[in-house]
Nanobody, 122 residues
Framework: QVQLVESGGGLVQPGGSLRLSCAAS????????MGWYRQAPGNERELVAA???????HYSDSVKGRFTISRANAKNTVYLQMNSLKPENTAVYYC????????????????WGQGTQVTVSS
């Protein structure tokens, strides 16, 4: 079984920083890309940032220049450094492992973590 476990969320004041971590565990052969999504109350889940196995990154326009995604491939771990946080960044942040294969013959599929709450408030 594959599990993704997020950590690092919490309450922070506007302008502050948080670092989210997500570790994928279990039988893992290959992960195409890993990413962070978020969902605020009443909104749809949206992509925040993603990184491929070759370290190609993608960011939503709203977080460019403030958030940085990085990945430790050997540890199947992805991080999201969030700086200059704003109240509108408040959401549950979810980690995604895109097209994960458990073996060479396994069909790739996405796996999700349970989410971690990030609250930006004074």
């Amino acid at each position: 079984q594959v599990q993704l476990v997020e950590s690092g969320g919490g309450l922070v004041q506007p302008g502050g920083s948080l670092r989210l971590s997500c570790a994928a565990s279990g039988t893992i052969f290959k992960i195409n890309a890993m990413g962070w999504y978020r969902q605020a109350p009443g909104n749809e889940r949206e992509l925040v940032a993603a990184i491929t196995s070759r370290d190609t990154t993608h960011y939503s326009d709203s977080v460019k220049g403030r958030f940085t995604i990085s990945r430790a491939n050997a540890k199947n771990t992805v991080y999201l450094q969030m700086n200059s946080l704003k109240p509108e960044n408040t959401a549950v942040y979810y980690c995604d492992a895109d097209n994960l294969q458990r073996s060479l013959i396994d069909l790739p599929r996405d796996y999700w973590g349970q989410g971690t709450q990030v609250t930006v408030s004074s």
